[in-house]
């Protein structure tokens, strides 16, 4: 069976939480897209960490981590991240990389901060991890493929070429040092060295593995918000982040995706530019960044502060509908607990209509929120395990925002530790 974690929003919705969770009953933890550019923030026995890379299901010794065919692969930094946990007394994961996923090259992250540079202020907010340059490549057909790491007559042609025609870039555009086809070469030789143990047919091994019954959890990165074709282009993100690309991300058949559980937040947060309607600023906002999250709402990978808002039910049903969302996990709830009233927004007015509608991004920028008050609870949730014991009022915020978006909410996360969870449904077998 398959299972996929997906976020409904711009990111940063609490997907690492659940994915690690989730993972206690699965088998297999896949990475289908996206790279080292954001991460996911867990919290367990072992201490808190912030991955990029791995897979959330890491800390268990009975998973495999497979990195999929469709991720944007810095082999410096997964095996530094394998190496910054194992150093912190989690045992040594099982890892698998797809020889079909594509490498992250050095230059790619000089041109990211390049480009980023020479924009200034029209700049698209990137984490300048090298993810746009990377994706380019890959669909221009000029990126490494894991499998050519192998195969040195084709790697002495083609960094050749990738330095004359990059050379042209970084001489005439950016101005800045050529690439040099030794040091490239050099570059290819000490990732091979580094993957040769992990790389496998990563499509091959799952195909069997479902023959075999077993668990397999998708983890996607960002959320629907940050699609290149459903999100807020072009402040969006270069890989789909769709449950359904799950399976061209992997390498398996689309209909073995059973479940797709899609992350949101209690209220809405963002790091980076972008359209964000419910966003809240001054003091307001700064009390609710330092209330979020475990120790506030900043990026796990680049430490920036989060924008934050209240919750956008408008975003957030088409999140879901894109997703394919069979039920909605609730995160952070826990931190709404200080406020008298929680404004959430239903709607949005644009030219003096109101519409619950995600529009395209044109008439985004229009847009103003439509608030609707509901009563707070005024008191902490932290350690409650059942719906039924949870304050009325938030209850009824729940059932408020469920009714909203037209999705089951069957998880409600109430506290930063993977056991910070109530069931709104009855709870899976393995787990009683």
């Not at 692969?73 to 594509?102: F, M, N, W």
């Not at 409600?412 to 899976?428: A, E, H, L, Q, Y």
């Amino acid at each position: 069976m398959v299972k996929a974690v997906v976020g409904a929003n711009w990111g940063d919705e609490g997907k690492g939480k659940i994915t690690d969770m989730l993972a206690e009953h699965a088998d297999i933890i896949v990475r289908f897209q996206g790279g080292a550019n954001a991460g996911h923030t867990i919290k367990n026995h072992y201490g808190k960490f912030s991955l990029h890379t791995l897979p959330s299901g890491v800390f268990y010794g009975h998973t495999t981590s497979v990195i999929g065919n469709g991720v944007a692969l810095d082999i410096r930094k997964l095996i530094q991240e394998v190496r910054s946990i194992t150093e912190q007394g989690v045992p040594a994961p099982k890892i698998l990389i797809s020889d079909r996923a594509q490498i992250v090259m050095s230059y790619h992250v000089l041109l990211d901060q390049y480009e980023e540079e020479r924009l200034g202020s029209k700049s698209f907010g990137s984490t300048k991890s090298g993810i746009a340059p990377f994706f380019s490549d890959k669909y221009a057909k000029t990126g490494f493929q894991v499998s050519e790491l192998f195969d040195e007559e084709l790697l002495l042609e083609k960094t050749a070429r990738i330095c004359e025609t990059k050379n042209v870039l970084l001489e005439h555009l950016y101005h800045k040092p050529l690439l040099e086809q030794d040091a490239l070469l050099a570059e290819l030789h000490e990732y091979k060295e580094m993957v040769t143990p992990y790389v496998t047919d990563v499509s091959a091994y799952l195909h069997q593995a479902l023959k075999d019954h077993k668990t397999v959890l998708l983890e996607g990165q960002l959320g629907t918000l940050r699609d290149p074709d459903h999100g807020i282009y072009p402040m969006v993100t270069s890989s789909p982040t769709l449950a359904g690309y799950g399976a061209v991300g992997t390498g398996i058949p689309p209909y073995e995706i059973k479940e797709v559980i899609t992350v949101c937040k209690a209220y809405s947060s963002q790091v980076g530019a972008g359209e964000f309607v419910s966003e809240i600023f001054g003091d307001e906002a700064e009390e609710l960044r330092n209330r979020g999250g475990d120790g506030g709402e900043y990026g796990a990978t680049t430490g920036r502060p989060r924008r934050v808002g209240w919750f956008d039910c408008v975003a957030s049903k088409y999140g879901c509908r894109l997703q394919g969302t069979t039920d909605v996990a609730f995160t952070v709830l826990d931190v709404l607990g200080y406020l008298d009233e929680i404004p959430v927004c239903t709607g949005y007015e644009i030219d003096g209509e109101i519409t619950t509608e995600f529009p395209t991004t044109a008439k985004l920028k229009k847009a103003k929120p439509v608030f609707q008050k509901l009563p707070g609870w005024k008191c902490g949730i932290t350690g409650i395990r059942t719906y039924e014991e949870l304050p009325e009022n938030c209850r009824r915020y729940i059932e408020f925002i469920e009714s909203q978006i037209g999705y089951p909410i069957t998880m409600i996360s109430n506290g930063p530790s993977r056991t910070d969870m109530i069931w709104r449904k009855p709870i899976p077998a393995e787990q009683d």
